[in-house]
């Protein structure tokens, strides 16, 4: 989730989001590791817009925020849109980080997927301000992945864990790094079509509280 933010003299569009974490495995470190690498991915696609006859920047602004001491209210009663609550844990069900929903400004994440480079933090921000999946998964053929593709998706060898092997295969299926943010992305995110309509925020407020996932005895 995110505000929208113009700057009109500059010729600018400010996307302002905060990533405020909690959780056993989460602290600034990480916090500061994911809001920076979201950021930068976003902003590399050097993105632009139309609006009312001008070209305008889009540039992406996300602080961190670590709450050790987070409380339930705090996150069920936020009314502040740039906000995005996230749980982070060394453990969770299935193995992946997700937002709640598409246009959630909540979430839970798992701490081993947040290592440097993994695109997580970023392709599940994509989600936070809106964005789903690409209808269509197998891209083979169609270069670099855009940053909305999900970890089993299909794409040419040079962009899978293992190059070696068949699309499809052991390891033939995107390896997360190689994700990119594209214009494309930006422009499904149809900023200029909510300024027309005087909205200033991608998302919708969630508000969830996770509570640490337990595993599951056998």
């Given at each position: ?10 010729g ?9 974490t909690?959780?056993?495995a989460a602290?600034?470190a990480?916090t ?26 889009v540039?992406?602004r996300i ?18 849109p740039?906000h ?5 844990e ?11 929903a ?10 081993d997927?947040?290592y ?5 933090a ?12 690409p ?5 083979v053929?169609?270069g670099i ?8 998706t ?7 864990y ?9 390891g ?11 214009q ?9 079509g ?14 969830k509280?996770h ?8």
């Amino acid at each position: 989730m995110g505000t929208i933010e113009p700057d009109y003299r500059a010729g600018c569009i400010h996307i302002h989001s905060v990533f405020i974490t909690y959780g056993g495995a989460a602290d600034f470190a990480i916090t500061r590791q994911i809001a920076a690498e979201t950021e930068m991915m976003w902003n590399d696609a050097a993105a632009r817009i139309y609006w009312k006859n001008r070209l305008y920047k889009v540039q992406f602004r996300i602080t961190a925020q670590y709450n050790s001491l987070l409380q339930p209210d705090t996150v069920t009663q936020n009314r502040q849109p740039k906000h995005n609550f996230i749980r982070i844990e060394d453990y969770a069900h299935r193995n992946i980080s997700v937002m709640d929903a598409v246009g959630s400004n909540t979430g839970y994440f798992l701490r081993d997927n947040l290592y440097p480079g993994s695109t997580t933090a970023a392709h599940e921000y994509g989600h936070s301000l809106g964005l789903p999946h690409p209808a269509d998964l197998n891209i083979v053929g169609k270069g670099i992945p855009g940053i909305m593709y999900p970890r089993g998706t299909l794409v040419s060898p040079e962009f899978q864990y293992d190059p070696k092997v068949r699309p499809g295969e052991g390891g033939g299926t995107l390896n997360p790094v190689f994700r990119k943010v594209r214009q494309q992305d930006i422009d499904l995110l149809n900023i200029a079509g909510w300024l027309e309509k005087d909205r200033y925020v991608l998302g919708k407020f969630t508000n969830k509280y996770h509570e640490p996932q337990v595993r599951e005895s056998k």
